[in-house]
């Protein structure tokens, strides 16, 4: 019997009644060969078989995150080969093939267009809670310019969580483990009218600190001990499905975060540049936490203290042969945090950093059904709006003694602040038409207007007001095409090509010096795959991929602010390949391995932490959180116990390369190669609604950066980074109904 999962909220909801499934086998992860499951998968803006999809998409489904011990969006690097993630001052970083933006500051945007149930997420924040309660995380690889246009240069992640259902279900789940986890959730759904449906879900992450904080002395002499890297957090989302006639579907939905934790927290990666004497006198002071260490001193208590909340609804419409849907979604997105950037028990310096966004998007979309034959289509107009607010403040406390001043009042608040607002709209479509029962060609385009306006604020407050403007508004235009072929030469067969063009919007910097823009950035991209289905219980995905990356958009620290500049070309070739497989009904093996070729083809620049080297010709050097290889191995059985009873154990092992953070190659940014380790074992009742697991993640406690930058002068341009999570371990009880 075959399922058909299709997401709640999506713009396509509609077609998931009428999508019939394809009687060839078909393996998506550890999904079975034997005609047991076929997934639909929505990433290309209307539904279809993962199998039929000409392009690389990679599919993670509820079981296999959770199978595979994935709880967080950085969790998902650890099984996925192409992507590189991290969380970095509460916003995550995300890398497809090479391709990402490295955020120093609050207000940039990502190269990767992340969309929770059809709705833009604009900032990196609002990202990571977008994972909760999910049904399955597409990862479509390869620029997107003509289906999402701005910010998908590297790709597009699509996030579909558990809708409405027409029968009455509920499931629950507490985890227990070390560093005090519990963590819970629980969700109830079904028909409240026989035409309306609901889902609410509610859960709540909590963890202590990975990171031990020592805050000087008491009265008596003893150390004060805090801890950092904890997470306490709530996330609630309610979704509504109303079908007033049997053609129209409405799709209402909410969702709520917030946390107040000390989850950011930096850790010294290496010893910098030592541009700073007074600095490195005064943190002499105090103790300083050892490189990569998670026992760190402080002088204050940072916290994490993000709000985030959206709404959305959907109208979709059954035409018969196409589906017209309009899709209208609200965001507020409401990062804040505070940190000390010195790791000592003396204060050198900290930093605030806050921003007030709020994004309204509208998309209307018309698509061919499923089972129309012939053209297959999709079109649209998209509007995106955005207003926000940024805060970028760091306090030299050390200085005020130096020159005189008597503390924030008066001395040493460096402001790098401002604001932006966006509007953009877009017009776009697709086709593949089919030429005979075997080929098929795909054509598309998408044209694109961004504006964009702000403020910008630079002053070291006690020294000079280095900037204050009004940024006036700016236009770019963009024309992004694709084309491809189809070739099915057995019905279990998929080969194809693709020559597509994507790009990233251009903008202002806030918070700097800078008042001119940025131009956008592009990538065309060359890519030929296969999908194969390898005798009745294997499937074989496969590409090559080459791509013209063009007026790249480099963040660099001057002195104590972050210039961006369209100073860099780049060329990246690459391999990739997963096979999924199910040797026996009770045995299911995956593998994948992506190799990269990603070096600046162009880039002249000087490095201002050794200005004395003059002009540097960086032609050559890796891209920033590019690997040359990454591997990974998935192994799961099922072992029958008696009663009814079932065990099933799983394993999961990720080889990494050295990876550099630096455009550099700077020693002092860069991760050693690295194995990790994930297990899993789950006791299975009869019938399977409740289950036991018990499992541990990064087996062997390795200590990873994730992510590493040089800071400015002031405070020494030292080697600061991110450690990923340690070794964690627990129980987990799950119940379904």
Same mark, same amino acid.
């Given at each position: 019997?075959?399922?058909?999962?299709?997401?709640?909220?999506?713009?396509?909801?509609?077609?998931?009644?009428?999508?019939?499934?394809?009687?060839?086998?078909?393996?998506?992860?550890?999904?079975?060969?034997?005609?047991?499951?076929?997934?639909?998968?929505?990433?290309?803006?209307?539904?279809?078989?993962?199998?039929?999809?000409?392009?690389?998409?990679?599919?993670?489904?509820?079981?296999?995150?959770?199978?595979?011990?994935?709880?967080?969006?950085?969790?998902?690097?650890?099984?996925?080969?192409?992507?590189?993630?991290?969380?970095?001052? #509460?916003?995550?970083?995300?890398?497809?093939?090479?391709?990402?933006?490295?955020?120093?500051?609050?207000?940039?945007?990502?190269?990767?267009?992340?969309?929770?149930?059809?709705?833009?997420?604009?900032?990196?924040?609002?990202?990571?809670?977008?994972?909760?309660?999910?049904?399955?995380?597409?990862?479509?690889?390869?620029?997107?310019?003509?289906?999402?246009?701005?910010?998908?240069?590297? #790709?597009?992640?699509?996030?579909?969580?558990? *809708?409405?259902?027409?029968?009455?279900?509920?499931?629950?789940?507490?985890?227990?483990?070390?560093?005090?986890?519990?963590?819970?959730?629980?969700?109830?759904?079904?028909?409240?009218?026989?035409?309306?449906?609901?889902?609410?879900?509610?859960?709540?992450?909590?963890?202590?600190?990975?990171?031990?904080?020592?805050?000087?002395?008491?009265?008596?002499?003893?150390?004060?001990?805090?801890?950092?890297?904890?997470?306490?957090?709530?996330?609630?989302?309610?979704?509504?499905?109303?079908?007033?006639?049997?053609?129209?579907?409405?799709?209402?939905?909410?969702?709520?975060?917030?946390?107040?934790?000390?989850?950011?927290?930096?850790?010294?990666?290496?010893?910098?540049?030592?541009?700073?004497?007074?600095?490195?006198?005064?943190?002499?002071?105090?103790?300083?936490?050892?490189?990569?260490?998670?026992?760190?001193?402080?002088?204050?208590?940072?916290?994490?203290?993000?709000?985030?909340?959206?709404?959305?609804?959907?109208?979709?419409?059954?035409?018969?042969?196409?589906?017209?849907?309009?899709?209208?979604?609200?965001?507020?997105?409401?990062?804040?945090?505070?940190?000390?950037?010195?790791?000592?028990?003396?204060?050198?310096?900290?930093?605030?950093?806050?921003?007030?966004?709020?994004?309204?998007?509208?998309?209307?979309?018309?698509?061919?059904?499923?089972? @129309?034959?012939?053209?297959?289509?999709?079109?649209?107009?998209?509007?995106?709006?955005?207003?926000?607010?940024?805060?970028?403040?760091?306090?030299?406390?050390?200085?005020?003694?130096?020159?005189?001043?008597?503390?924030?009042?008066?001395?040493?608040?460096?402001?790098?602040?401002?604001?932006?607002?966006?509007?953009?709209?877009?017009?776009?479509?697709?086709?593949?038409?089919?030429?005979?029962?075997?080929?098929?060609?795909?054509?598309?385009?998408?044209?694109?207007?961004?504006?964009?306006?702000?403020?910008?604020?630079?002053?070291?407050?006690?020294?000079?007001?280095?900037?204050?403007?009004?940024?006036?508004?700016?236009?770019?235009?963009?024309?992004?095409?694709?084309?491809?072929?189809?070739?099915?030469?057995?019905?279990?067969?998929?080969?194809?090509?693709?020559?597509?063009?994507?790009? @990233?919007? #251009?903008?202002?910097?806030?918070?700097?010096?800078?008042?001119?823009?940025?131009?956008?950035?592009?990538?065309?991209?060359?890519?030929?795959?296969?999908?194969?289905?390898?005798?009745?219980?294997?499937?074989?995905?496969?590409?090559?991929?080459?791509?013209?990356?063009?007026?790249?958009?480099?963040?660099?620290?001057?002195?104590?602010?972050?210039?961006?500049?369209?100073?860099?070309?780049?060329?990246?070739?690459?391999?990739?390949?997963?096979?999924?497989?199910?040797?026996?009904?009770?045995?299911?093996?995956?593998?994948?391995?992506?190799?990269?070729?990603?070096?600046?083809?162009?880039?002249?620049?000087?490095?201002?932490?050794?200005?004395?080297?003059?002009?540097?010709?960086?032609?050559?050097?890796?891209?920033?959180?590019?690997?040359?290889?990454?591997?990974?191995?998935?192994?799961?059985?099922?072992?029958?116990?008696? *009663?009814?009873?079932?065990?099933?154990?799983?394993?999961?092992?990720?080889?990494?390369?050295?990876?550099?953070?630096?455009?550099?190659?700077?020693?002092?940014?860069?991760?050693?190669?690295?194995?990790?380790?994930?297990?899993?074992?789950?006791?299975?009742?009869?019938?399977?609604?409740?289950?036991?697991?018990?499992?541990?993640?990064?087996?062997?406690?390795?200590?990873?950066?994730?992510?590493?930058?040089?800071?400015?002068?002031?405070?020494?341009?030292?080697?600061?980074?991110?450690?990923?999570?340690?070794?964690?371990?627990?129980?987990?009880?799950?119940?379904?109904?």
């Amino acid at each position: 019997m075959a399922i058909i999962v299709v997401g709640g909220c999506w713009p396509c909801a509609a077609w998931a009644q009428d999508a019939a499934p394809s009687k060839t086998a078909v393996l998506s992860d550890i999904q079975t060969g034997d005609g047991e499951a076929e997934i639909v998968v929505t990433a290309q803006r209307r539904p279809a078989a993962e199998r039929d999809v000409p392009a690389s998409i990679d599919l993670l489904t509820a079981d296999r995150l959770r199978g595979s011990n994935v709880r967080t969006f950085e969790g998902l690097a650890r099984i996925e080969t192409g992507m590189q993630l991290t969380a970095y001052q #509460g916003e995550t970083q995300l890398f497809i093939r090479g391709v990402g933006a490295v955020t120093f500051i609050g207000g940039f945007d990502s190269s990767i267009g992340v969309y929770s149930d059809g709705v833009y997420l604009s900032r990196p924040s609002a990202i990571a809670p977008a994972l909760f309660d999910v049904d399955r995380v597409e990862v479509l690889k390869g620029p997107q310019g003509t289906l999402y246009g701005r910010n998908a240069t590297a #790709g597009a992640i699509s996030l579909v969580s558990r *809708g409405p259902t027409d029968d009455w279900t509920g499931d629950a789940s507490a985890t227990v483990g070390n560093y005090s986890n519990i963590n819970v959730m629980g969700a109830v759904g079904g028909p409240i009218t026989p035409n309306l449906s609901f889902r609410w879900a509610v859960g709540s992450d909590n963890h202590s600190g990975y990171t031990r904080l020592y805050f000087g002395r008491a009265v008596d002499g003893g150390e004060i001990i805090r801890h950092a890297e904890d997470q306490h957090d709530v996330t609630s989302r309610l979704s509504l499905r109303w079908r007033p006639a049997p053609d129209v579907t409405v799709d209402l939905a909410g969702d709520y975060y917030r946390a107040d934790d000390r989850a950011v927290v930096f850790h010294f990666s290496g010893p910098g540049y030592d541009n700073s004497p007074l600095f490195n006198a005064r943190i002499g002071m105090g103790e300083v936490g050892g490189y990569g260490s998670r026992q760190v001193s402080t002088s204050i208590l940072p916290y994490n203290k993000p709000e985030n909340w959206g709404v959305r609804g959907t109208v979709a419409i059954d035409l018969g042969g196409s589906t017209l849907s309009w899709t209208s979604a609200y965001r507020r997105t409401r990062p804040q945090n505070y940190d000390d950037l010195t790791n000592s028990s003396v204060l050198g310096e900290s930093q605030f950093k806050q921003e007030r966004a709020e994004q309204v998007t509208q998309d209307v979309i018309l698509a061919s059904n499923p089972e @129309k034959s012939g053209v297959r289509y999709v079109a649209g107009l998209s509007y995106f709006r955005e207003r926000n607010a940024i805060r970028n403040e760091f306090f030299f406390p050390f200085l005020a003694g130096y020159f005189g001043g008597q503390g924030v009042a008066d001395c040493c608040l460096l402001k790098a602040n401002g604001s932006t607002a966006t509007d953009t709209w877009a017009v776009f479509g697709e086709a593949t038409l089919a030429l005979g029962s075997k080929l098929a060609v795909t054509v598309g385009g998408r044209y694109s207007q961004d504006r964009h306006a702000g403020t910008n604020l630079l002053d070291f407050v006690g020294f000079a007001l280095q900037n204050d403007a009004r940024l006036p508004p700016v236009r770019f235009r963009s024309f992004t095409p694709k084309a491809g072929l189809e070739y099915r030469p057995t019905a279990g067969t998929l080969v194809y090509a693709t020559a597509s063009r994507g790009f @990233k919007a #251009g903008g202002y910097n806030v918070g700097s010096g800078q008042n001119t823009p940025f131009k956008p950035e592009s990538i065309w991209s060359y890519e030929v795959g296969t999908k194969l289905d390898i005798g009745p219980s294997a499937y074989l995905r496969a590409s090559v991929f080459h791509y013209d990356y063009s007026d790249m958009q480099v963040q660099d620290v001057d002195a104590n602010t972050v210039l961006i500049r369209n100073a860099a070309k780049a060329k990246i070739n690459g391999v990739e390949a997963s096979l999924a497989a199910r040797p026996g009904r009770s045995l299911s093996v995956n593998l994948s391995a992506t190799y990269l070729h990603a070096r600046f083809s162009e880039y002249r620049t000087i490095n201002t932490k050794t200005p004395q080297l003059g002009v540097l010709d960086l032609s050559g050097n890796p891209l920033p959180q590019a690997p040359a290889f990454k591997a990974n191995a998935g192994v799961e059985r099922t072992f029958p116990v008696s *009663g009814g009873w079932s065990i099933t154990a799983r394993g999961d092992a990720t080889w990494q390369d050295r990876i550099y953070f630096s455009a550099f190659k700077d020693p002092r940014a860069t991760q050693p190669a690295y194995w990790w380790l994930k297990a899993r074992m789950t006791l299975v009742a009869p019938g399977g609604r409740d289950r036991i697991a018990a499992f541990v993640d990064n087996l062997t406690d390795t200590r990873v950066f994730s992510n590493i930058s040089i800071t400015g002068d002031l405070d020494g341009s030292r080697g600061s980074g991110v450690l990923a999570p340690p070794r964690t371990y627990g129980l987990q009880f799950t119940r379904q109904w």
